[in-house]
Each structure stands twice: as C-alpha cells, then as structure tokens.
C-alpha cells in the first residue's frame, strides 16, 4: 500500500497544483464579473460574492436575484469547490509523502555540489562514512540498510546498490570519486559495472574481498581496487616480522593530526628527485604514482615527470603548530 502511495504521489508536480490553482481562479474571477454585469453590483461585490461562494461560506448578505444569477452561482460551485478541493487534497497528500519517503528512508536528497558517493553495505561502512564526514566531505550513501543507521550528516537514498536504475538516481556522473563495497564480490563487481556505464569519467575505488576479483576490477578499469584479504594478510604477516608494524600503519591512518594527500608534481619540481623536494606543510613523502603503477619512493629516489604524482603523510592545518 505504501509503495502505491509513494508512487502515485511522486507523479504530482507542482506546477499541476499551480494549473488547478490557475483555473480555479479564473473561475472565481469570470463569476465574478458575470454576477456583477447580471445582477447589477460592483465588481468588488461580484468579486466579494465569487469568493464566499467558493469558499462554501454563504454568509446570504449578496444573492443572486434571477433565473440568470442562479445559474452563474451553480456554475461556480460547479467548478472552484471541486478544483480547490482538489488542490488542498494534493498539498495534503505531498506532505504526506515526504514524511513517509523520511520514515522509510526512501528520500534521495543529494548535494548541490560535488560529493564522495559510497555505494553498498559492508561492517566497516559505518567507519568509513564517519572517516569521509569528518575530513569536510559532502557524502552520499546509496544502500538498502536502516535509515537510523546512517549518520545524519550524510545524504541517504535507500536501494539496492547493483540496481541500475538506482545508480542512476544518485547521479554518479556529479559525484567526485565513488567508493563500491559489498558483502559479496559478485555484487561489487556489478556495481563496478554498471558505474563505469553511468559515469565512464568518474574516479571509483573498490574494496573486493579476493584478489582475483580485485584484478578483474583492474582489468574493467577500476585501477583504485584494494583486496581486503590481501591487505590483511600482508599487515599480519609485516606484523611477525617486526611486532609493531600493524599498530604504526593504524596510527599512520588514523591519525587526526596528519593525512594521506596525493599532490601533482609542478613545474619547478621536474628534473628534482623526490628527496628534493619539500612541500608547503611538514609532510613525509613515501610513494610516487606514474603512469596509474604506485612505487615506493624508499625503494627508488626516481627523477620527478611532468605527470607524476606524489603520495604523503602531510599534517593537518594547526597540527603543526599545535605539536610543537
């Protein structure tokens, strides 16, 4: 019952409201000046008499004295009651609507302006999005969970994530980069699919539990693809080799003083090797990104190209400060 409510509703527009509202002001006014003309009044009394009239009011103190009259009024009646009766009836049933689509979580809301989009269901969603929320970023989430679980700050359209139609409600071609996750690998995959159709330019990143979906993403062209069980595996195995090598890559990430940061290589930087350089704010440049392969600057202090891209742990604005 709900859904053929939501349905029928969501085809009202408002300029159907102002077409009704439209003619049942016309109708008003034409009675009006037909009464007037008729029944020997103003027309502000005509006008006066149209609107009681319309408003089923009937105070009596201005009547229609003939045949002629008497079928102006039912005219009247005839029209502006039904049409305003049907306009209020609309209003009420838009608000309604709106607080049903808020009580099942189907409002779609989105930023004005470029967003991060978090596509599907996973345990470290709710992490995620808070980690997005609390960096500034204006943030949707598009997936069929509870709405009271969703952080408030984030922008909620309830439905399953492999959906095409429903990836296409979240306008993915005005997002700024695109976060898929899943409980399933099938269902990343068909999200990643069906993204690189909606949107071919936008930036997405994927989290695959197997390696081998995780090349497959690759070869779709997602080349920002993480493998959830690699990344585990590698961190236990660092963490035999040298004990406290988990908890420093977890400071190195949840740090609130410092951040990752990706900055392009400028003009006065090429020809410069990477130990060269020093950026703007304290940073500790640690990997180097050409041509899409990431490389440890540890591993090679390469010589910097036009479209390199530098990745560092850089502190946050007054981290610095508030450091020292």
Same mark, same amino acid.
């Given at each position: 019952?709900?859904?053929?409510?939501?349905?029928?509703?969501?085809?009202?527009?408002?300029?159907?409201?102002?077409?009704?509202?439209?003619?049942?002001?016309?109708?008003?006014?034409?009675?009006?000046?037909?009464?007037?003309?008729?029944?020997?009044?103003?027309?502000?009394?005509?006008?006066?008499?149209?609107?009681?009239?319309?408003?089923?009011?009937?105070?009596?103190?201005?009547?229609?004295?003939?045949?002629?009259?008497?079928?102006?009024?039912?005219?009247?009646?005839?029209?502006?009651?039904?049409?305003?009766?049907?306009?209020?009836?609309?209003?009420?049933?838009?608000?309604?609507?709106?607080?049903?689509?808020?009580?099942?979580?189907?409002?779609?809301?989105?930023?004005?302006?470029?967003?991060?989009?978090?596509?599907?269901?996973?345990?470290?969603?709710?992490?995620?999005?808070?980690?997005?929320?609390?960096?500034?970023?204006?943030?949707?989430?598009?997936?069929?969970?509870?709405?009271?679980?969703?952080?408030?700050?984030?922008?909620?359209?309830?439905?399953?994530?492999?959906?095409?139609?429903?990836?296409?409600?979240?306008?993915? !071609?005005?997002?700024?980069?695109?976060?898929?996750?899943?409980?399933?690998?099938?269902?990343?995959?068909?999200?990643?699919?069906?993204?690189?159709?909606?949107?071919?330019?936008?930036?997405?990143?994927?989290?695959?539990?197997?390696?081998?979906?995780?090349?497959?993403?690759?070869?779709?062209?997602?080349?920002?693809?993480?493998?959830?069980?690699?990344?585990?595996?590698?961190?236990?195995?660092?963490?035999?080799?040298?004990?406290?090598?988990?908890?420093?890559?977890?400071?190195?990430?949840?740090?609130?003083?410092?951040?990752?940061?990706?900055?392009?290589?400028?003009?006065?930087?090429?020809?410069?090797?990477?130990?060269?350089? !020093?950026?703007?704010?304290?940073?500790?440049?640690?990997?180097?990104?050409?041509?899409?392969?990431?490389?440890?600057?540890?591993?090679?202090?390469?010589?910097?190209?036009?479209?390199?891209?530098?990745?560092?742990?850089?502190?946050?604005?007054?981290?610095?400060?508030?450091?020292?």
């Amino acid at each position: 019952m709900v859904p053929l409510l939501v349905l029928l509703f969501s085809k009202v527009k408002r300029h159907h409201i102002a077409v009704l509202l439209g003619v049942a002001a016309s109708s008003i006014v034409l009675g009006a000046i037909l009464f007037s003309i008729t029944q020997h009044v103003s027309l502000g009394t005509g006008l006066y008499w149209a609107v009681v009239t319309a408003a089923t009011v009937g105070y009596g103190d201005v009547v229609p004295h003939d045949a002629l009259g008497r079928v102006i009024a039912i005219v009247v009646i005839l029209t502006t009651i039904p049409l305003l009766a049907a306009v209020f009836a609309l209003m009420a049933g838009l608000a309604a609507l709106v607080q049903i689509r808020r009580l099942f979580g189907m409002e779609h809301g989105l930023p004005d302006g470029r967003f991060s989009v978090v596509y599907g269901n996973h345990p470290s969603v709710a992490r995620i999005v808070d980690e997005l929320v609390a960096s500034g970023r204006d943030v949707a989430l598009v997936a069929d969970v509870d709405p009271s679980e969703v952080h408030h700050d984030v922008h909620f359209l309830s439905g399953d994530p492999t959906n095409e139609v429903v990836i296409r409600k979240s306008h993915p !071609e005005r997002a700024a980069d695109a976060l898929v996750v899943g409980a399933d690998d099938g269902d990343v995959l068909v999200t990643c699919v069906a993204l690189r159709a909606a949107a071919p330019d936008l930036s997405v990143f994927a989290l695959a539990n197997s390696p081998k979906i995780a090349q497959a993403l690759r070869d779709l062209g997602i080349h920002q693809t993480l493998s959830s069980d690699e990344l585990v595996a590698h961190t236990l195995a660092k963490s035999l080799e040298a004990p406290h090598a988990g908890d420093l890559l977890l400071r190195l990430i949840d740090s609130e003083r410092y951040r990752m940061q990706e900055t392009p290589v400028q003009a006065d930087m090429v020809g410069k090797l990477v130990t060269e350089i !020093e950026l703007s704010k304290p940073s500790l440049v640690f990997g180097l990104v050409r041509d899409g392969a990431v490389m440890l600057t540890l591993d090679d202090d390469s010589v910097l190209r036009a479209d390199d891209v530098l990745v560092s742990l850089t502190a946050r604005d007054g981290a610095a400060t508030t450091a020292g």
